[in-house]
Structure formats: C-alpha cells, structure tokens
C-alpha cells in the first residue's frame, strides 16, 4: 500500500519561510516525479511545483525565485523550502507522487497559513 506522509506545514508571518517535505513508502513501481499542490478555501487544486526522477524541474509562476523543489531519491522524499511567504500562499498542501504507467498518490496535506 502506498503511503505518503508530509510534514512541515504551520503558521508564519509574511515574510518568513517553511519548509515541506514528504516522504513516499510503497510504491510497487519506480517514482517518476513527486510534486506539491496547494488548495485554498473555495479554489481549485493547483500545482506549485514538481520535480521529475531525471531532476527537471516545474514550478508555477506565483512561486518562482521564492519556492524551491528537491529530492532524496534514495528516500523517495520530496522537500519545497518557501521562502518569502505571503498570506496568498496560505493553503493546504499536497504531496502527489507518479509512478511508471502514471499511477499518481495523493498525501493527506499540511496546512500551511501566512498572516499578514
């Protein structure tokens, strides 16, 4: 059974930085990309960055030059240092990790809340 469990979530001040990381245990086939969403009271689901097995890497626009994505393969985990939060990045975050045959898995999110 796959298993994805974040940790890092929290409540800062705008300016302040955290950092997530989620880490992956049993996956029946090879992990292709890991990746981080967000959802925000009464929004859509959208990606904030992904990171792929080959180390490329996608970020969304709003987070650029201040959000960072890297891996430990060996540990199949996933980390995304926030820097210079905003009360607009205030969410919940998702782990997504693919697999080979795009099989995807969802963790079950950390809160994440800016203040002003």
């Known amino acids: 059974q796959v298993r994805l469990v974040e940790a890092g979530g929290g409540l800062v001040q705008a300016g302040g930085s955290l950092r997530l990381f989620c880490v992956a245990s049993?996956?029946?086939?090879?992990?292709?990309?890991m990746g981080w969403y967000r959802q925000a009271p009464g929004k859509q689901r959208e990606l904030v960055a992904s990171?792929?097995?080959?180390?490329?890497?996608n970020y969304a626009d709003s987070v650029k030059d201040r959000f960072t994505i890297s891996r430990d393969s060996a540990k199949n985990t996933v980390f995304l240092q926030m820097n210079s939060l905003k009360p607009e990045d205030t969410a919940v975050y998702y782990c997504?990790?693919?697999?080979?045959?795009?099989?995807?898995?969802w963790g079950q999110g950390t809160q994440v809340t800016v203040s002003p």
């Open positions: 990171i792929t097995s080959g180390g490329s890497t």
């Open positions: 049993g996956n029946r086939f090879s992990t292709t990309a």
């Open positions: 997504k990790l693919t697999t080979y045959y795009d099989f995807e898995y």
